[in-house]
């Protein structure tokens, strides 16, 4: 059984042996451990992760695919497929008693951030993700303040996990072939906050405005918000720009709006 990639879901088929090995490497999956693939694609690697015998639970949106993959491997009985759409997925229902479940996932680009958002919806129940993405979106997920590539997405994904560039994958990795360099990254959900924060909401908004007009100073920027004289409280200079700022200091001026009538 053949499959054509489908332009509309965003399909790239990793078939890159050396780029598999790899990933395997890094991930150190164990037998004991209960995994969950999202788009698996062909099965380039959900063949090798059932080979170590591990739980493996995988959710594929494009039913043509979920007939291949039932086809390909109709007699693993360490396999459940779920012919589903992730973003709208409960995956804390995949975890019972208290476990925590490993995810993976060659992510369509165009999906990448809200799936990794909804994924952190249920982080409760998540010991890490290991993500096939858009080298420039993990390249900002792992932006540190006075970086460029710093913004909203680095402050609101570091709040969530500690993260990690592991390594790049070139285009010729797919089929077919992107426009587009990609890359892995490690994604820990913190056991505790880095930071307090009193309204994720607000901190949301903050860290949005802040960066929506990236080049003005804090003063400009978020003076809808919070006036200078109340950034000055907080020991942070109304003259910087947002990309400056470290995720303690976008903390801080969330808890502040918070306290605002």
């Known amino acids: 059984m053949t499959h054509t990639p489908r332009k509309r879901f965003g399909q790239n088929f990793l078939h890159d042996h050396n780029i598999i090995y790899n990933i395997l490497s890094s991930i150190q999956a164990k037998p004991d451990e ?3 693939e999202i788009g698996p694609g062909q099965g380039a690697l959900t063949e090798p992760l059932l080979k170590l015998g591990l739980r493996l639970d995988v959710v594929e949106l494009d039913r043509d695919l979920v007939a291949l993959l039932k086809d390909k491997f109709r007699q693993q009985n360490n396999l459940q497929i779920h012919s589903a759409d992730a973003l709208k997925f409960d995956f804390s229902t995949l975890a019972k008693d208290n ?3 490993r ?9 990448s951030t809200p799936l990794m ?5 249920n982080a409760f129940c998540i010991e890490d993700m290991h993500f096939m993405l858009q080298k420039e979106v993990v390249d900002r997920i792992c932006a540190g303040p006075g970086s460029k590539k710093y913004g909203r ?3 609101m994904m570091q709040y969530y996990c500690a993260t990690e560039l592991l390594f790049d994958v070139p285009p010729e990795s797919f089929d077919p072939a992107p426009k587009v360099m990609s890359a892995i990254v490690r994604l820990v959900p913190h056991q505790q906050p880095p930071v307090v924060v009193n309204d994720m909401e607000k901190l949301n ?5 802040a960066f929506s007009q990236r080049r ?12 200078e004289e109340s950034i000055i409280t907080l020991n942070i200079d109304p003259t910087l720009r947002a990309e400056a700022l470290s995720l303690h200091d976008f903390a801080k001026l969330s808890n502040l709006l918070q306290e605002t009538p």
Not at 216 to 227: A, F, M, V
């Open 216 to 227: 003005k100073t804090l003063r400009n920027s978020l003076k809808k918000l919070i006036d």
């Open 205 to 209: 908004r903050v860290v949005t405005q």
């Open 99 to 101: 476990e925590k479940l």
């Open 153 to 155: 997405l680095s402050v």
């Open 103 to 111: 995810i993976i996932g060659n992510l369509p680009y165009n999906i």
């Open 34 to 36: 209960h995994w969950v």
């Open 117 to 121: 958002f909804h994924l952190l919806d």
